[in-house]
């Protein structure tokens, strides 16, 4: 099986970790793993997405045109993204800055949350929204184990803020719960 996702927000909403943390979560599973990011040249503010792809068979190419699922996490990349779904894909969108009237398509899975006011109200860091999004993402679509996500984050967080892993656990299962409770 194999499976993509676009992730696409804006400079300093952990967008690159969010992908990160994904690919090597799917690389502890045994998949082979391609993880593509990419910013802007503003860095916080800016653009920044990334794409993964997770198969169980080689990567031919780490470009994906037409992904199976987009996270979005605010409305530029939704106008950048969201004509590129496949048909019947998941966009999981950040409904805290995404309005999903925007979305327009009846033809994919939307989940809309919202991953600023859960991280902001529940964990207590709206730099959280991320990975409150990750959650969601992993439990509509099972690319992952919820678990192997919780195993790799002293993969992606360094020592110096390792203090924070439980924040992330907690945001990861926020999202989880949400896309659980929303199917």
């Known amino acids: 099986m194999t499976t993509d996702v676009i992730m696409a927000g804006f400079g300093g909403q952990g967008i ?4 990160n943390l994904l690919s090597i979560a799917a690389m502890e599973e045994g998949r082979h793993v391609t993880y593509f990011p990419a910013y802007g040249v503003e860095m916080r503010g800016g653009t920044a997405n ?6 169980d068979e080689e990567i ?6 037409r ?3 987009c996270v979005v996490m605010n409305g530029p990349s939704l106008d950048r993204y ?8 998941d966009l999981v969108i950040n ?3 995404v309005d999903p009237a925007k979305v327009g398509r009846k033809d994919l899975r939307l989940l809309a949350i919202p991953a600023n006011d859960i991280a902001r109200e529940v964990v207590g860091s709206q730099q959280l ?3 409150v999004a ?3 993402y992993v439990q509509r679509t099972g690319a992952v184990r919820m678990q192997t996500l919780f195993d790799c984050l002293p993969k992606v967080i360094s020592k110096k803020y390792e203090k924070f892993i439980p924040l992330n656990v907690n945001a990861l299962k926020e999202g989880e719960s949400f896309a659980r409770n929303h199917a």
């Open 67 to 69: 992904p199976r699922a």
């Open 129 to 131: 929204a991320s990975m």
């Open 134 to 136: 990750l959650g969601a």
């Open 50 to 55: 990334c794409t993964v792809v997770l198969s």
């Open 60 to 65: 031919g190419s780490p470009v994906v045109g």
């Open 82 to 89: 969201l004509p590129a779904i496949r048909e019947g894909g």
């Open 95 to 97: 409904r805290s800055l």
């Open 16 to 19: 690159l970790m969010i992908g």
